[in-house]
Structure formats: structure tokens, C-alpha cells
T-cell receptor, first 113, second 114 residues
Framework: DSGVTQTPKHLITATGQRVTLRCSPR?????VYWYQQSLDQGLQFLIQ???????AKGNILERFSAQQFPDLHSELNLSSLELGDSALYFC????????????FGSGTRLTVV | AQSVTQLGSHVSVSEGALVLLRCNYS??????LFWYVQYPNQGLQLLLK??????LVKGINGFEAEFKKSETSFHLTKPSAHMSDAAEYFC????????????FGTGTSLTVIP
């Protein structure tokens, strides 16, 4: 167990729908990162939050959004889902803003049908 | 710009043989470099990292990697492969002046033949 908890582990939904993925960081970690892993794109950085504030943004679609709450858990919201959004979504956490070698959760596998 | 190239998407070795997984990077600033391992249906686990200290980095499970600036490489090695080493391996680079975003390679799938 890495200490980073992601729920749900699996999610199957239809095109056009909206889903929310949840991440609880390792105890004491202030930064949360979201990554998407797909067969064609590999591992892509989506977004980082540090202590409730957005810190860095990567290849995140406008249909996607995220937030980090006061208790430091984070949610990734995916809307108007398309077949191509099917992927593994990983959350990672690190102790501070600029940290090296963060800890990954086991991921949420999203299947859009 | 930062990027990582992993040569060989699939590598097969015999049990007990040397494991060599190749990683080359490009970075506009001094990089920090990492190797992660991913077992089936699991998240990524940090094997080792280079953060501008010793160029030869030792990690978990007997793996090590050497940072060679002149070759822009950070190849992962293990002297003797075990069956349990079969997994997907990812090399990643992070710019040293930010440290908050990783750029991952496309991964190398390691098969260990008994």
C-alpha cells in the first residue's frame, strides 16, 4: 500500500456522461498530481494542486477539471466523456510544492462505452 | 523542452541474466531523472532517482542506474534478473528548477524467461 488512495478502482460509463475520481494523498503530503495513462498517449501529466491551489497544468482538456479540498483530498471531474477518454487515471502525492519522486496511487480505470 | 526516449518497448532476458533498460533524455535545464516500475493492475513504484548527487544511483530490488551527462543517458541495470522483475518500466525526467512535473517515457515491458 503506497498510502495514496484512489476511488473507485474501476468505472464504466457511457459517452456524454460525467464522472468524478477521488484521491486521498499520503498522510502529510500537500501536493496532489493527476496523470492519465492510455495506450496511445502513454503517461500524461494533467494537473497539480498544492495545499488547495492549482500549481501546474499539463495536457488537461477543458472538459476536465480538478480541485483540492481543505482536507487535501482531490477530485478529478471528467465531463462530456468520449470513447477516447478511456484510460487509467493516476493520482500521486508529494510532501511539498517541488518534490522529486512522488508516490502514486493504484489508479482508477475508466472505461467509456 | 524536456523529453525521454526509452529504446525498446519490449525486452526479454533469461532468469539470472543482466537486465539493461535504456533511457535517453533531453532537457533544457539540469534534469532530475527517475525510474519507476509498474506491475500489472498497480500504480507506479519509484525504483530510484538521480537528483544531482552521485551519478551512480542504487535503487530498490537490486536495480541501479548511472547518469551520464555526455551521453544524456540514464540506463537501468540489474546484474541478475528474477522472475519477479517482469513488469513495465518507465523512465522520467523532471526539470530541476520546477520539480513538479514529470515527463515519462513510453515504457519498456520486461519479460523474464525461466
Amino acid at each position: 500500500d503506497s498510502g495514496v488512495t484512489q476511488t473507485p478502482k474501476h468505472l464504466i460509463t457511457a459517452t456524454g456522461q460525467r464522472v468524478t475520481l477521488r484521491c486521498s494523498p499520503r498522510s502529510g503530503d500537500l501536493s496532489v498530481y493527476w496523470y492519465q495513462q492510455s495506450l496511445d498517449q502513454g503517461l500524461q501529466f494533467l494537473i497539480q494542486y498544492y495545499n488547495g491551489e492549482e500549481r501546474a497544468k499539463g495536457n488537461i482538456l477543458e472538459r476536465f477539471s480538478a480541485q483540492q479540498f481543505p482536507d487535501l483530498h482531490s477530485e478529478l471531474n471528467l465531463s462530456s466523456l468520449e470513447l477516447g477518454d478511456s484510460a487509467l487515471y493516476f493520482c500521486a502525492s508529494s510532501p511539498n510544492r517541488d518534490s522529486y519522486g512522488y508516490t502514486f496511487g493504484s489508479g482508477t480505470r475508466l472505461t467509456v462505452v | 523542452a524536456q523529453s525521454v526516449t526509452q529504446l525498446g518497448s519490449h525486452v526479454s532476458v533469461s532468469e539470472g541474466a543482466l537486465v539493461l533498460l535504456r533511457c535517453n533524455y533531453s532537457s533544457s535545464v539540469p534534469p532530475y531523472l527517475f525510474w519507476y516500475v509498474q506491475y500489472p493492475n498497480q500504480g507506479l513504484q519509484l525504483l530510484l532517482k538521480y537528483t544531482s548527487a552521485a551519478t551512480l544511483v542504487k535503487g530498490i530490488n537490486g536495480f541501479e542506474a548511472e547518469f551520464k551527462k555526455s551521453e544524456t543517458s540514464f540506463h537501468l541495470t540489474k546484474p541478475s534478473a528474477h522472475m519477479s522483475d517482469a513488469a513495465e518500466y518507465f523512465c522520467a525526467v523532471s526539470p530541476a528548477n520546477t520539480g513538479n512535473q514529470f515527463y515519462f517515457g513510453t515504457g519498456t515491458s520486461l519479460t523474464v524467461i525461466p
